[in-house]
């Protein structure tokens, strides 16, 4: 018989799983997690959170080891753990042609829910997620976080006891996330849920009553957050520089071996020493302040403390784009879109200049991936005026596509070819053709360091390396232009890092670079942004005008400011 109150709601001891031909997603874990509190699971990307969470809802079977789960062992009664738990994966499945209320119906048919308790039951569910106003829509028409907020109520329809979240808040904007944790606060507060909760956002994992900090399938280390953080004491420094020197800063530090990490924050760069003393600058303006470390340092500094130096991708552009004045290369007046009687944009204008890093931003559903995929050529401008590289989208889309490189905000190449083939694919595609594809295909494998999985097929990639792939893709043919639509979504902070040091590069070396990101701590890396707010242009400039518009310190207290007030 299971213990009625065991001090543990998840145990863990031993546990060890492999997949074929010889992957180990899980090595001698251990772990245990608390009864009615949230503890968050983080770790980088391929570390084993999603095997755990799987194992830990009786869908997958260890090799060696044992879970209990309120001191019930999964393998033994999977069936009991399972009407006890509720698990929202990465994939929630929504029936997007069903309503809101017929979702809603569903799992709570699949849940064994009685008919006589469900209003009761849906009343403060749909209260609490925003979504009372809108139980009669399709759920294929809601916004990203809408729909991730339905798929957290369809999982509590049935009340669990033990909630197991893998990457919930993945693609949503940050006024949707505090939405999330509200509804999340709200169930622990009054039912005593039990909540494990993978994320890449390492501010929710403050949250937390406590972290798990997973890698290569070994626990690194469990405890309070606060407890991550006193090794950090004297070793994070914030250093105010102006804009226009910012971005060398940032690579002269990550090229310093007693760096372990430094980013772009508000007005200037933060920094990670692998010492606890002051990071040297070349520039005696520059004075490196000490400031309060945050969880995010110290799971960088954790992971990166064994390496000697930074190892960060470095792409150098055989043809460089045109240099001189930074005249406009993307030019928007007046751009609407349709869908039936429905504008999603409604006359957006704006412009981008050459060599820019221009961030295209807004809460899920304001416009911004549709005005993205007509900027893209991908779809028809119903209305208004747009040029990419001075070809017209309405007159010539296929000219001003042959201009850029596209990477999609969810992972677009062949995932039954290797990576070898997608690369020599995507070469032809864009019309590289003999020894300039060879040349560009070897470049590609070399500079992503994607060579050792270039047999691999591109779905069994960790999500990390996927988007480095993708990347690559979209620079085969040294493309002036660089779309990106949510090129970070779902990484974890060391691929972020990466990925946006490469962007800078490739900024600095004159490629202009139109992004949309959930991220507000990446938008800071944007010369100038645009928010979006139900397909109308909300505000515009650069991150630091932003914040002073509003009085903000950062430029998410910007963002949800300046939605907010709109509602």
């Not at 009625?4 to 799983?17: D, G, Y």
């Not at 000697?308 to 290369?329: D, F, I, N």
């Amino acid at each position: 018989m299971p213990s009625p109150r065991p001090e543990a709601a998840v145990r863990i001891e031993a546990l060890t799983k492999t997949f074929p031909p010889a992957v180990t997603a899980l090595d001698d874990f251990a772990a245990a997690v608390r009864p009615g509190a949230i503890t968050g699971l983080i770790g980088p990307d391929g570390a084993g959170k999603t095997t755990l969470m799987r194992l830990i809802a009786g869908l997958l079977t260890p090799d060696r080891g044992r879970i209990t789960v309120f001191g019930t062992e999964v393998a033994e009664d999977p069936a009991w753990i399972q009407a006890r738990l509720g698990y929202m994966p990465q994939r929630f499945g929504l029936y997007e042609d069903l309503t809101v209320q017929e979702n809603l119906d569903l799992y709570a048919d699949l849940q064994g829910l009685a008919p006589q308790q469900r209003a009761e039951r849906y009343a403060p569910l749909l209260a609490m997620s925003g979504l009372a106003p809108f139980t009669g829509r399709l759920a294929g028409r809601l916004s990203g976080g809408m729909k991730q907020k339905l798929g957290l109520a369809c999982v509590l329809v049935g009340q669990p006891r033990l909630l197991l979240l893998d990457e919930p808040t993945v693609g949503v904007d940050p006024l949707s996330r505090r939405d999330l944790w509200r509804i999340l606060d709200d169930q622990v507060r009054k039912h005593g849920l039990t909540v494990l909760m993978a994320t890449a956002y390492l501010d929710e994992a403050e949250r937390c009553r406590e972290v798990i900090l997973i890698h290569r399938g070994r626990r690194l280390g469990q405890t309070s957050p606060s407890r991550f953080l006193e090794p950090m004491r004297g070793r994070v420094y914030y250093i105010r520089t102006p804009p226009a020197v910012r971005r060398r800063l940032l690579r002269e530090l990550l090229r310093d071996p007693d760096i372990l990490d430094a980013v772009v924050q508000s007005d200037g760069v933060r920094v990670v020493t692998r010492h606890p003393r002051p990071p040297s600058v070349t520039d005696p303006g520059a004075l490196p302040e000490a400031v309060e470390p945050r969880l995010e340092d110290a799971f960088v500094a954790r992971l990166r403390a064994e390496a000697e130096t930074l190892s960060m991708p470095e792409v150098r552009l055989s043809r460089r784009p045109r240099s001189g004045e930074r005249e406009p290369v993307i030019v928007v007046r007046g751009l609407k879109r349709r869908f039936g009687d429905f504008y999603a944009v409604k006359g957006v204008s704006f412009t981008v200049r050459r060599g820019e890093v221009f961030g295209l931003l807004g809460a899920n559903g304001a416009g911004k991936t549709t005005t993205f995929r007509m900027l893209c050529g991908l779809l028809p401008v119903t209305e208004g005026e747009a040029t990419v590289a001075g070809a017209d989208l309405r007159r010539a889309p296929a000219e001003a596509r042959a201009r850029l490189g596209y990477m999609a905000q969810k992972f677009s190449l062949y995932g039954h070819l290797s990576v070898q083939e997608n690369l020599t694919c995507f070469a032809g595609l864009y019309g590289l053709r003999g020894e300039r594809k060879r040349t560009r295909v070897a470049w590609a494998l070399q500079t992503f360091e994607l060579a050792p999985f270039r047999r691999q097929r591109a779905l069994d990639l960790p999500l990390g390396h996927k988007q480095r792939l993708a990347m690559a893709c979209a620079l085969l043919h040294e493309p002036p232009i660089l779309f990106l639509d949510e090129p970070t979504s779902g990484v974890d902070p060391l691929a972020r890092r990466e990925f946006w040091y490469l962007i800078n590069g490739l900024a600095e070396q004159g490629v202009t670079v139109l992004v949309t990101t959930h991220f507000m701590e990446e938008a800071e890396y944007c010369d100038r942004l645009v928010i979006l707010q139900a397909g109308e242009v909300l505000v515009e400039g650069s991150p630091e005008e932003i914040r002073r518009r509003t009085g903000a310190p950062s430029l998410e207290q910007a963002f949800i400011h300046l939605l907010e007030s709109q509602r």
